[in-house]
T-cell receptor, first 113, second 112 residues
Framework: NAGVTQTPKFRVLKTGQSMTLLCAQDMNHEYMYWYRQDPGMGLRLIHYSVGEGTTAKGEVPDGYNVSRLKKQNFLLGLESAAPSQTSVYFC????????????FGNGTRLTVT | SQQGEEDPQALSIQEGENATMNCSYKTSINNLQWYRQNSGRGLVHLILIRSNEREKHSGRLRVTLDTSKKSSSLLITASRAADTASYFCATHAWNAGNMLTFGGGTRLMVKP
């Protein structure tokens, strides 16, 4: 049982490049989330989805886009990467509407130079 | 902005001692959750306490919630070196949609 899988694990981008982070879950969860984690800032919600075909903005959505074409996948896109987007990105999923419990992937460490 | 704030930011104890971490939050909540994060890994859910509950236990973990003070504490008893990790509180409020808001975390080091 893989749980939540994120790819890639590491990535280095140059300013202005684009990339897509992939999150896949095999628990049939309705809800999926993308967070970023920066030192001393805890986790901040970027976007989330309450079901296939739906997305919603979180606390820090600017510079990111998401898509949930299939229930098991949640994609996070950076169209034009900036150094401020250097961070560790975590995907999570949950079964119910109370955002609990969240099941996390092991993260993608992104560096933008 | 962070809803939850953990205190202390860092804690170092000897194996066998108890570790207490505190979390304060600003607005009314539906539930409060605690998560653990080992270095280089994702967060792992530890325990959830609802706004109408005051205390919950899970193994060596004890969580309390005081909604009048908007605070929670996580107690780890008889700590082990394997408990070394960062611990985060997170709050869910119905008026915040489906968002879970995390604090900055407490880094716990348990020395063998």
């Amino acid at each position: 049982n893989a749980g939540v899988t994120q790819t890639p694990k590491f990535r280095v981008l140059k300013t202005g490049q684009s990339m897509t982070l992939l999150c896949a879950q095999d628990m049939n969860h309705e809800y999926m989330y993308w967070y970023r984690q920066d030192p001393g800032m805890g986790l901040r919600l970027i976007h989330y989805s309450v079901g296939e075909g739906t997305t919603a903005k979180g606390e820090v959505p600017d510079g990111y886009n998401v898509s949930r074409l299939k229930k098991q996948n949640f994609l996070l896109g950076l169209e034009s990467a900036a150094p401020s987007q250097t961070s560790v990105y975590f995907c999570a999923s949950s079964f119910g509407p109370e955002a609990a419990p969240l099941h996390f992937g092991n993260g993608t460490r992104l560096t933008v130079t | 902005s962070q809803q939850g704030e953990e205190d202390p930011q860092a804690l170092s104890i000897q194996e066998g001692e108890n570790a207490t971490m505190n979390c304060s939050y600003k607005t009314s909540i539906n539930n409060l959750q605690w998560y653990r994060q080992n270095s280089g890994r994702g967060l792992v859910h530890l325990i959830l306490i609802r706004s109408n509950e005051r205390e919950k236990h899970s193994g060596r973990l004890r969580v309390t919630l005081d909604t009048s003070k908007k605070s929670s504490s996580l107690l780890i008893t008889a700590s082990r070196a394997a408990d070394t990790a960062s611990y985060f509180c997170a709050t869910h409020a119905w008026n915040a949609g489906n968002m879970l808001t995390f604090g900055g975390g407490t880094r716990l080091m348990v020395k063998p």
